[in-house]
């Protein structure tokens, strides 16, 4: 799989947007990049994933470069309950999940 | 859907004793994996089956570690001897061969070994 890269943690207020950043410069043709979250005591949870062209499911929207080499997770209004590590995984269709150290997501009331 | 249903949610023993964790993944799921969950080491995959059959196992850290997968509706992890530096989170996941190709993630059994 490719490494990806994030911050170990970020800051959003409560109802704004937070914009979660992702490096994978060495991603390859066929891998995809992923997002999952895992708020406190949890099994980690899909939110979603893309090849080239941006996507967008009733969680967040996910914004991957032309050149594919960073993305961005964005959870719209971000609320108390979205307090949670997220990871962005890279990786070819189907294989297995090989997890980083994500970044901490903290949402101020 | 109940979802993957893990066994017991906490397990506390002593060192030496054996341990056995318990995993019922999603109906019609063909993958199953189980990972662990530690401060020091975050996430790590221990080893999946596909259609009951173990395909990766490499993530398991000792012989201590075994897992099994008798039918499509049950998996089991084993630990035998146990060491304190077993102690963590343990996650079983499943997901299916079609669709988005997420994984469906147990609520994890946390194992305390004195």
């Known amino acids: 799989d490719a490494k990806t890269t994030q911050p170990p943690s970020m800051d959003c207020a409560e109802g704004r947007a937070a914009n979660l950043p992702c490096n994978h410069s060495t991603i390859s043709g066929n891998e995809y990049v992923y997002w999952y979250r895992q708020i406190h005591s949890q099994g980690p949870q899909y939110i979603i994933h893309?090849?080239?062209n941006n996507e967008t499911n009733e969680m967040a929207s996910l914004i991957i470069t032309e050149d594919r080499k960073s993305s961005t997770l964005i959870l719209p209004h971000a609320t108390l309950r979205d307090t949670a590590v997220y990871y962005c995984i890279v990786r070819v269709a189907y294989d297995k999940i090989i997890f980083g150290k994500g970044t901490r997501l903290h949402i101020l009331p | 859907d109940a979802g993957v249903i893990q066994s017991p949610r906490h397990e506390v023993t002593e060192m030496g004793q054996e341990v056995t964790l318990r995993c019922k993944p999603i109906?019609?799921?063909?993958?199953l994996f189980w990972y662990r969950q530690t401060m020091m080491r975050g996430l790590e995959l221990l080893i999946y089956?596909?259609?009951?059959?173990?395909?990766?196992d490499s993530g398991m850290p000792e012989d201590r570690f075994s897992a099994k997968m008798p039918n499509a509706s049950f998996s089991t992890l084993k630990i035998q001897p146990s060491e304190p530096r077993d102690s963590a989170v343990y996650f079983c996941a499943s997901r299916w061969t079609s669709g988005s190709n997420e994984q469906f993630f147990g609520p994890g059994t946390r194992l305390t070994v004195l």
């Open positions: 893309g090849l080239k």
């Open positions: 089956f596909n259609n009951n059959v173990p395909i990766d």
């Open positions: 109906s019609g799921h063909d993958y």
